[in-house]
């Protein structure tokens, strides 16, 4: 139990474009998701907590308008990364918390961006 | 805001060997302690937890302390095995707030 998804696993996009990147609980409801960043050989670095259906709470330094997230579902929570640059890429994790359990988080398998 | 500091960076041992990865924290109001286990690329896994009311917890190889008091708490692997080569990370949180990480540990068993 407790598996989160995460698509697509990578991601090659050219500067000024848009991706999207998708989190998904298959097997749990998650009031709560969040969003990491982690650079090669560091730890995982907050970005922005979501829950459902209200607005996503960002880390101080974390461009909101820059990094859309979107929590739609109880299942679901998208990470949009606008008018991508070089400096943004790296490999983004997901985690969702399973309602029932609440303190545990279960992590996705990662994105890796890279922005050329 | 929560600050976790871990210890050490690196770590080699020999097959067989324990090895032990310590954490501290400052927020004494903090209650959750999960270790996570990280492979190259892939995601954390969560291996063992404990919460602010135990000081020990175990399961199998590995074990967990907490001492509350001196606010650090450590992770214990003991019969070390090849496969246990990953990069560890420690975090903390106050129940349903968010977590706070380690700058974490990379274990090489060597065999």
């Known amino acids: 139990g407790a598996v989160v998804s995460q698509h697509p696993s990578w991601v090659i996009c050219k500067s000024g474009t848009s991706v999207k990147i998708e989190c998904r609980s298959l097997?749990?409801?998650?009031?709560?998701m969040f969003w990491y960043r982690q650079f090669p050989k560091q730890s995982l670095m907050l970005m922005a907590t979501?829950?459902?259906?209200?607005?996503?709470?960002?880390e101080q330094g974390v461009e909101k308008d820059k990094f859309l997230i979107n929590h739609a579902s109880l299942t679901l929570s998208t990470l949009t990364v606008t008018s991508a640059h070089p400096e943004d890429s790296s490999f983004y994790i997901c985690?969702?918390?399973?309602?029932?359990?609440?303190?545990?988080?279960?992590f996705g398998p990662g994105t890796r961006l890279t922005v050329t | 805001g929560e600050n976790v500091e871990q210890h050490p960076s690196t770590l080699s041992v020999q097959e067989g060997d324990s090895a032990v990865i310590k954490c501290t924290y400052s927020?004494?109001?903090?209650?959750?302690f999960p270790w996570y286990k990280q492979e190259l690329g892939k995601r954390p896994q969560l291996i063992i937890d404990?919460?602010?009311?135990?000081g020990e917890k175990k399961d199998q190889r590995i074990a967990v302390t907490l001492n509350k008091t001196a606010k650090h708490f450590s992770l214990h692997i003991t019969e070390t095995q090849p496969e246990d080569s990953a990069v560890y990370f420690c975090?903390?949180?106050?129940?349903?707030?968010?977590?706070?990480f380690g700058k974490g540990t990379m274990l090489l068993v060597s065999p």
């Open positions: 404990i919460r602010s009311n135990v």
């Open positions: 979501s829950n459902e259906g209200s607005k996503a709470t960002y």
């Open positions: 097997d749990f409801q998650a009031t709560t």
């Open positions: 975090a903390a949180s106050l129940g349903y707030s968010t977590l706070t």
């Open positions: 927020d004494s109001a903090s209650n959750y």
């Open positions: 985690s969702a918390r399973d309602r029932a359990n609440s303190y545990e988080q279960y």
